[in-house]
């Protein structure tokens, strides 16, 4: 059996994004299923989870200040926030994908800049989800294994990002600004976070192995085995 795995979305747009999502996930070997606020996500029922793109996260989560170009979704917040902490009690890997990497960061107790590129004024500022902005992956992390060292081109539909890493995470990418577009998990359970949109970019074996390491990490869950060991024996030999 292809692991399952869940997917949040927006209930507004989501019937436009997991499809793609899914594929990505059949493409890696695995299959999703669909889960937004308001209806029924067990994360017992699933082998891992992906925390979707979307709206800003309310600064009530973390402490900070409401900005008033911020579109929120409390509902949201709450369920994916609940999903990230079960994941994490229940051993269940977890990719989060813009919004979601930032959910993962503030659900292990980080912190967000609400406004971003304010703060870090060199770094490219694009709206777009054409491969222009340009990520530089940290060596030696789990990301690199996968996806490499080189300069990556990626999209970028975010005003927030992460500043304060939650408990277990570390760095994995920042722009060429010095802003973090990556954090990943240093101890089990695997989970990644990026502040780009992969499923947009499925031409790009690169974009591909991050799929393929959450499927990698969610068949180990499955069998109840070691999942960053099954993760780093599937990493390619990226450049």
């Given at each position: 059996m292809k692991p399952l795995i869940g997917v949040t979305t927006s209930a507004r747009s989501g019937w436009r994004i997991f499809p793609?999502?899914?594929?990505?996930l059949w493409l890696a070997g695995g299959r999703g299923v669909r889960w937004v606020a308001g209806r029924p996500s067990d994360v017992a029922e699933v082998d891992g989870i992906i925390i979707g793109g979307g709206d800003d996260i309310s600064?009530?989560?973390?402490?900070?200040?409401?900005?008033?170009?911020?579109?929120?979704?409390?509902?949201?917040?709450?369920?994916?926030?609940r999903l990230v902490e079960e994941a994490m009690a229940q051993g269940k890997p977890v990719l989060g994908?813009?919004?979601?990497?930032q959910m993962l960061n503030v659900a292990l107790g980080g912190r967000l800049d609400q406004d971003a590129y304010g703060t870090y004024a060199t770094s490219e500022r694009f709206w777009t989800i054409l491969p222009r902005k340009t990520v530089e992956i940290?060596?030696?992390?789990?990301?690199?294994?996968?996806?490499?060292?080189?300069?990556?081109?990626?999209?970028?539909?975010?005003?927030?990002a992460v500043t304060t890493l939650g408990q277990g995470l570390r760095v994995a990418a920042r722009d060429t600004g010095g802003m973090i577009q990556a954090v990943e998990r240093t101890e089990e359970p695997f989970a990644l976070g990026v502040q780009w949109h992969p499923e947009h970019l499925f031409y790009a074996h690169r974009q591909r192995a991050i799929f393929?390491?959450?499927?990698?990490?969610?068949?180990?869950?499955?069998?109840?085995?070691?999942?960053?060991p099954q993760v780093d024996t599937g990493a390619p030999q990226a450049p």
């Amino acid at each position: 059996m292809k692991p399952l795995i869940g997917v949040t979305t927006s209930a507004r747009s989501g019937w436009r994004i997991f499809p793609l999502v899914a594929f990505n996930l059949w493409l890696a070997g695995g299959r999703g299923v669909r889960w937004v606020a308001g209806r029924p996500s067990d994360v017992a029922e699933v082998d891992g989870i992906i925390i979707g793109g979307g709206d800003d996260i309310s600064p009530d989560l973390y402490g900070g200040q409401l900005i008033t170009s911020s579109t929120l979704d409390d509902e949201r917040d709450a369920m994916e926030r609940r999903l990230v902490e079960e994941a994490m009690a229940q051993g269940k890997p977890v990719l989060g994908i813009c919004r979601g990497s930032q959910m993962l960061n503030v659900a292990l107790g980080g912190r967000l800049d609400q406004d971003a590129y304010g703060t870090y004024a060199t770094s490219e500022r694009f709206w777009t989800i054409l491969p222009r902005k340009t990520v530089e992956i940290v060596p030696q992390t789990r990301l690199a294994a996968h996806a490499g060292t080189v300069p990556m081109k990626v999209n970028a539909l975010h005003s927030q990002a992460v500043t304060t890493l939650g408990q277990g995470l570390r760095v994995a990418a920042r722009d060429t600004g010095g802003m973090i577009q990556a954090v990943e998990r240093t101890e089990e359970p695997f989970a990644l976070g990026v502040q780009w949109h992969p499923e947009h970019l499925f031409y790009a074996h690169r974009q591909r192995a991050i799929f393929r390491a959450l499927v990698s990490a969610a068949r180990a869950a499955s069998r109840k085995e070691a999942q960053l060991p099954q993760v780093d024996t599937g990493a390619p030999q990226a450049p």
